[in-house]
């Protein structure tokens, strides 16, 4: 019913760039938080930024300053602008979303996740 993609991963020197971007799709009816997280091997998922419908934003602190989180409700879509990058950045980066979704005659809400897309920057 509901899924999330993501797109934008890949390898970068340290000190570039990169930007994600992660669409939902399906009976989506709304979406309140929407956030990235990112998993490097052999260590726990980690929250990285989370923006709410209303455009409050939360970053890791090992990010800010160098982390744009964006959104784009009429798209259901969510951007990770990623700037300054280091190799300690290195990970796969998960988008993660909180949908409330039509399911029949209903209303029903569910915490979502992408498929993960890999970043990976050289020193």
């Known amino acids: 019913q509901v899924q999330l993609v993501e797109s934008g991963g890949g390898l970068v020197q340290a000190g570039g760039s990169l930007r994600l971007s992660c669409a939902a799709s399906g009976s989506i009816f709304s979406i309140d938080a929407m956030g990235w997280y990112r998993q490097a091997p052999g260590k726990q998922r980690d929250l990285v930024a989370a923006?709410?419908?209303?455009?409050?934003?939360t970053y890791a602190d090992s990010v800010t300053g160098r982390f744009t989180i964006s959104r784009d409700n009429a798209k259901n879509t969510v951007y990770l602008q990623m700037n300054s990058l280091k190799p300690e950045d290195t990970a796969v980066y998960y988008c993660n979303a909180d949908i409330i979704y039509y399911s029949g005659s209903y209303y029903s809400n569910g915490d979502y996740w992408g498929q993960g897309t890999q970043v990976t920057v050289s020193s």
């Open positions: 923006i709410t419908s209303g455009g409050t934003t």
